[in-house]
């Protein structure tokens, strides 16, 4: 049975939300430069197993965020006094013929961009502050001996806060599963990243037996951000 789990409402409004754009992440005809570059931005289908296929890609605008606050016209305000310009989320999840061993749930993962620095890395400070004061093990009662843990990682771009969270799911038959849930927020020069990773194995106890290939990951993701900056060929401008 596969094991689906939600993120919390305060964070989905942040990483999760209603949005226009293609939903099949292929891109299409008329895109702007700035589009193209946040496709580039996230993890592509060669960065994953084979057992992970495309879920849903979608650009997120300021307005449909703001819409889905429960303060519309703060919220818009504040993500116009950020300077964000345009977002854009894709998930990937597996496929009807999945490798045993490969534990991943879903894969989940956004990027958005701002006209500065300043503003990409307080909207990165609001979405941890969000992260680190959501009572994680209300949302996960239904797990053992829950966890909430922050992985120590450095270098790897200008500011990162990974979250994993971890419990056991009891089974009617047969060993509980080990949940794992990892969070990782990070910003590189404009741009505000978000991975998450949710796992579920019944081979394996070791809460950190993912955590080498979620960084393997995290460090595709972050290349991606960083080439997609330096290929340039877009605006970092309002409005776009």
């Not at 989905?12 to 193209?36: F, I, K, N, R, Y």
């Not at 990409?120 to 093990?137: H, I, L, N, R």
């Not at 505000?192 to 019944?202: E, K, N």
């Amino acid at each position: 049975m596969r094991f689906v789990l939600r993120l919390g409402a305060a964070l989905a409004a942040l990483t999760v939300v209603g949005a226009c754009g293609s939903g099949d992440g292929s891109g299409g005809d008329g895109e702007s430069p700035l589009e193209q570059a946040l496709r580039r931005m996230v993890l592509q289908p060669d960065d994953l197993p084979s057992g992970l296929v495309l879920g849903d890609a979608t650009f997120t605008t300021n307005e449909s965020l703001a819409a889905a606050s429960a303060a519309p016209e703060a919220r818009g305000a504040e993500l116009e006094g950020w300077g964000r310009i345009l977002g854009y989320e894709i998930t990937y999840q597996p496929g009807g013929e999945v490798p045993a061993e490969l534990p991943v749930q879903g894969i989940n993962v956004s990027a958005s961009l701002y006209t500065t620095e300043e503003g990409a890395s307080t909207s990165f400070a609001d979405s941890v502050k969000v992260a680190e004061e959501t009572d994680w093990a209300a949302n996960y009662a239904g797990l053992r001996e829950f966890q909430q843990e922050t992985i120590n990682i450095s270098g790897l771009a200008d500011e990162l806060v990974w979250l994993q969270l971890s419990g056991y799911q009891p089974a009617t038959e047969g060993p509980d599963a080990l949940v794992t849930d990892d969070l990782i927020f990070f910003r590189v020069a404009g741009e505000r990243g978000f991975l998450r990773v949710l796992a579920r194995s019944t081979r394996t106890g070791d809460r950190q037996h993912y955590q080498s290939t979620v960084e393997g990951w995290l460090r595709s993701l972050i290349q991606n951000v960083t080439d997609a900056l330096a290929k340039g060929g877009f605006e970092m401008e309002e409005g776009e």
